[in-house]
């Protein structure tokens, strides 16, 4: 057997380490922190878990930030192609930090807050986007970083039906909503959004309340604690990009089929890096794009991937691929030839030096289901 | 029937000229929920320490090397088909493959059931 040897590393914990490891989770370093990757019932029953009752996720590791001042909103426009100045308070939208080709330095999630903005960004960036946010926001808009908060996600279709139990007042919150909250007696933030395809919350919570509240969920019958593995099967089944993976400095957002994120103002004045090249994709389409590709056997493709036509010409690679709990087989996203981006279209992948059949599908792989209004 | 194991975490039990070959509960503990497991085919040649048979966890790809050299017999078509059954029964049905070995000198090396008891002891 292979085995991954990792070498010893000093890391940083979060809030709910003591936690995780009471619970019997196997800790594994991620973005610089020790974190749970699985407990005791295993990545296979955490991920179905979370798709039929209710899933507790640790995600303190991820930076969480006020941008505050009358002209935070037009400042942040400046990095990101998104319309925030035409989002109401209380809303949260998903958008990206741009490099000056156009390429993703990042995703994140912005909330309109009264005074500013909240923003919630990937742990492996966060250092850098902070310091680029707040070097290019100076003298316009202040940066806090919430270093003393921790975020849980709690994900599922019992989620709503838990939170409501411990904070009536989330239970009218729809899909991509945001409000200050008492859960359990404890002040928090929660949105309702996430990162598996299913209803849930994301809470902010100080660091010193955290043990208490996760202890708190995960005493309600629904809820199970799950680690960063099924977080992994969950987001990949619900066609979600992985920062570093499926979307990176490389990447521009018309070429990671998120092209939604440049809002339709946006298109219209511009003003963020990258805008004549994003546009000009928008106009004349990009030559590669992210697809699913769904193998036809039972090997699971992973990142790297080599892609190709019938023919054996290198068409693409994967960038995230492996199991699918609620599929029940091999799932994958990555990068194709334009002219191959359709669905139908077979391809084979080169696993192990064999060329397996595969064939691109549109994602997500599992349904999705929002709490929409 | 002695059984011998690899560093690996293979584990190997003789009978006659054939082995047969399968993966220890500590990898099995390392690995997690398996999802795709691939055999060799009957016929095939291998070498001591060759990549012979792949198992996947949901989160990555494993190899299991073959502790010896020789002509694979039979590859355990059953758990190609259910990956789960080596879950359950790693020592028993769970078995990889079989190999008619062609150099008995080779498990001279390998490590008696005290050895990798206290090896894996050593890894934790």
């Excluded at chain 1, 919150?173 to 598996?196: H, L």
């Excluded at chain 1, 068409?315 to 691929?321: A, E, F, H, N």
């Excluded at chain 2, 059954?85 to 062609?102: A, E, L, M, R």
């Amino acid at each position: 057997m292979s085995e991954n040897t990792s070498a010893s590393e000093i890391l940083l914990t979060t809030p709910l380490d003591a936690l995780h490891r009471a619970l019997g989770a196997k800790m594994v370093p991620f973005a610089g922190y020790a974190m749970p990757v699985q407990y005791p019932a295993g990545i296979l029953k955490e991920h179905l878990h979370t798709r039929e009752a209710a899933g507790l996720f640790d995600v303190s590791h991820m930076g969480q930030a006020f941008l505050m001042g009358d002209e935070a909103v037009e400042a942040f426009e400046s990095l990101v192609p998104g319309d925030y100045q035409g989002l109401a308070e209380g809303k949260t939208r998903y958008t990206v930090l741009l490099n000056d080709h156009g390429g993703i330095m990042d995703d994140l999630m912005a909330t309109r807050i009264p005074g500013g903005l909240y923003l919630v960004v990937n742990a492996a960036c966060k250092t850098q986007d902070f310091a680029h946010i707040e070097a290019n926001t100076r003298g316009r808009a202040k940066l806090e970083i919430l270093s003393d908060r921790a975020l849980l996600a709690l994900q599922g279709p019992k989620a709503g039906a838990v939170l409501a139990r411990l904070a009536p007042a989330t239970a009218d919150m729809t899909f991509m909503t945001f409000r200050k909250v008492d859960i359990a007696g404890i002040p928090c933030f929660a949105t309702r959004s996430g990162y598996t395809g299913e209803d849930g919350f994301e809470i902010s919570v100080p660091a010193d309340r955290a043990e208490e509240l996760a202890k708190k969920l995960l005493a309600e019958p629904e809820v199970e604690p799950i680690g960063l593995g099924a977080r992994d099967s969950l987001r990949l089944e619900a066609g979600l990009c992985l920062y570093g993976h499926d979307i990176d400095t490389t990447t521009t957002p018309i070429e990671g089929d998120i092209k939604w994120v440049v809002n339709k103002r946006r298109r219209e004045t511009k003003g963020f890096p990258g805008a004549d090249i994003i546009l000009g994709q928008l106009a004349n389409g990009a030559e590669r794009l992210r697809v699913g590709i769904l193998p036809d056997g039972r090997a699971p493709a992973r990142e790297g991937t080599e892609v190709q036509d019938l023919n054996g010409n290198a068409i693409g690679t994967v960038t995230s691929g492996g199991f699918g709990p609620s599929v029940n087989g091999p799932i994958a996203m990555g990068y194709v030839k334009t002219a191959f981006a359709t669905e139908g279209t077979p391809v084979n992948l080169i696993v192990r030096g064999k060329a397996l059949a595969a064939k691109i599908v549109k994602m997500p792989f599992t349904q999705k289901s929002y709490k929409t209004a | 029937m002695t059984v011998k194991y690899t560093k690996d975490h293979e584990w190997i039990s003789v009978n006659g000229d054939i082995a047969t070959v399968g993966i220890t509960d500590y990898a099995l503990h390392q690995l997690g929920d398996l999802v795709f497991v691939e055999v060799p085919e009957a016929g095939r040649t291998v070498s001591q320490g060759d990549e012979t048979a792949v198992v996947e966890s949901v989160k990555a790809a494993s190899e299991v090397y073959t502790p010896v050299s020789g002509e694979v017999t039979e590859g355990n078509a059953g758990i190609a088909d259910d990956p789960a059954t080596v879950s359950g029964d790693p020592k028993g049905n769970g078995w990889f493959f079989k190999i008619k070995f062609s150099d008995s000198s080779e498990f001279d090396g390998l490590m008696n059931d005290a050895e990798y008891k206290a090896y894996v002891a050593s890894l934790d």
